[in-house]
């Protein structure tokens, strides 16, 4: 038996938004972009009278899908830490740590912690730094690999 990675799922508030900063800072391009069939999206979650919108975006083999949810009006908001289970978050290589991390801020994005250095295993001498989206509370961790590391 074969399994392979498809995508990863996250939920947001605003998909416009999203699928721009997606693409825009993190160079993701969209596949497709539509509503869902809401029996079907029903039956797959679980939850009743769920509506969601959703777009496919890619980045090399990446591919993630971002969820719009319109209803039922009952959802709610979670902003775990990096700590708490159940807490995702999505990593991606950068050239220029400075560069993307000033437009990070800018998009706006809020710092998480601190930038450092890996002192070991497979990002040694990375530096790597956490932002968090204000509107979903999506986690990204930025990494620049040292000099001649793997992409």
Do not use: C
Request: proline share 7%; glycine share 8%; aromatic share 6%.
């Amino acid at each position: 038996m074969t399994v392979i990675v498809n995508h990863t799922g996250i939920t947001v508030k605003n998909l416009d938004r999203a699928e721009s900063m997606f693409r825009d800072l993190f160079g993701f391009s969209t596949i497709s972009r539509a509503p869902r069939d809401p029996a079907i999206i029903e039956a797959v979650i679980g939850v009743p009278g769920a509506e969601v919108e959703i777009v496919y975006m890619q980045n090399g083999p990446a591919r993630i899908e971002l969820l719009a949810y319109s209803a039922p009006n009952d959802r709610k908001d979670y902003r775990p830490r990096p700590v708490d289970l159940g807490s995702l978050h999505m990593a991606v290589n950068v050239t220029d740590m400075d560069e993307i991390a000033e437009k990070a801020l800018a998009w706006p994005m809020d710092r998480v912690g601190h930038e450092v250095r890996i002192d070991a295993g497979p990002n040694e001498g990375a530096r790597i730094a956490y932002f968090r989206t204000p509107e979903e509370g999506l986690i990204i961790e930025l990494i620049q690999l040292p000099e001649g590391g793997a992409s």
